[in-house]
DNA sequence: CCGCGATGTATCGCTGCGATACATCGCACC
DNA sequence: GGTGCGATGTATCGCAGCGATACATCGCGG
């Protein structure tokens, strides 16, 4: 999942490390954090799979004596072609639907970079696992309503607005796209 | 943090591994689950650490002979003295606000279990937490807006308006928590 | 010239998730 | 009267990601 905002970031061009972390945040804003303590270790699985490269024409190195020793300088990664081929599958993937729900804001980040059909899929399956749950909370809320305590019912009661909050966020989008499918 | 939880639901009546677990989830609603694979190693950890303990009054064994064999019946577990000290501890701890942050939803639902100047507290914090990192998010979109892709925009501007949504909850509640306090 | 904040790579221990296994109980339906 | 299925119940496994931290270098202002 950090896997395929990795791999859509690689997309525009190579970076290292740091600066993927930078991007992410820039991405994914209050979605999604991403600390390094996934970060490398999942770029160091990736470059085993074979999706990922170090990129060695990088200018630092290029310009004269790269002062050597330990210089533990920059690693660059960019896509290999195993790489764009895993972005474009994992990019309209089904899978198990925690996974899809998971990942959806990153998924959502790259959609300019999908057909406007498969937009629509992600983005109604998106709603309806939500409106799935929201159904359970209200459903177990008016069953105990009465023995809940205020705070809880407070609490509830918000989250519920949240949840119903973005699920309409979500038909809004998902009538925007329905006008850009061709005919 | 699902230790606050689990002493907090204990507080009120002994409990078992399974009925906990559907507790944990009208509490908290869409706020948190919890799955089994969290709440038994923490019950463990909990009874090794002396804050809980199993219930021997259960009135499923009393009722004659319980069919021995292997007959894994519930395991019910009641609060000792040491757990009553610390689910009032951690209920007005403050900690590193990475801890606070993660277990506002569970100290919420446990409120009325708190004096109004803890509540304020609480809240106060949760809200300039939020605060601040919505200003964190807000300067980085102003600084690379341009750049930005269409969706990346439209998902971190939803995110930015579920902050301050939950801003304006929290000055809410703080406002009328603040009546509460004796002048 | 030195000190500090930004840049940069990397690891550690921890919490919690989701899936799953397995067993028993109660009751609905035929 | 059996049988089958959904709710109740305990438990574990592997995995993803977090937050803290260590450590090194670079660039710039004082």
Redesign the pocket.
Known sequence: ???LAVLGLLHESPL????LRQRLKATLGSF???????L?????RMKDAGWIAEDEGDADVVAGAP?LT???G???YKLTAEGKEKFTELLSEAG???WE??QFGVHFAFFSKTDPEVRVRILEGRRSRLEERREGVRAGLARTRARLDSYTLQLQEHGLESVDREVRWLSELIETERKNIPH
């Open positions: 999942m950090l896997e290292h490390g740091y600066e999604r954090a991403f600390s390094y303590g996934s490398y270790p999942t770029l160091r002062a330990g210089r533990r920059k690693v660059v198990p639907s925690s729900d998971e």
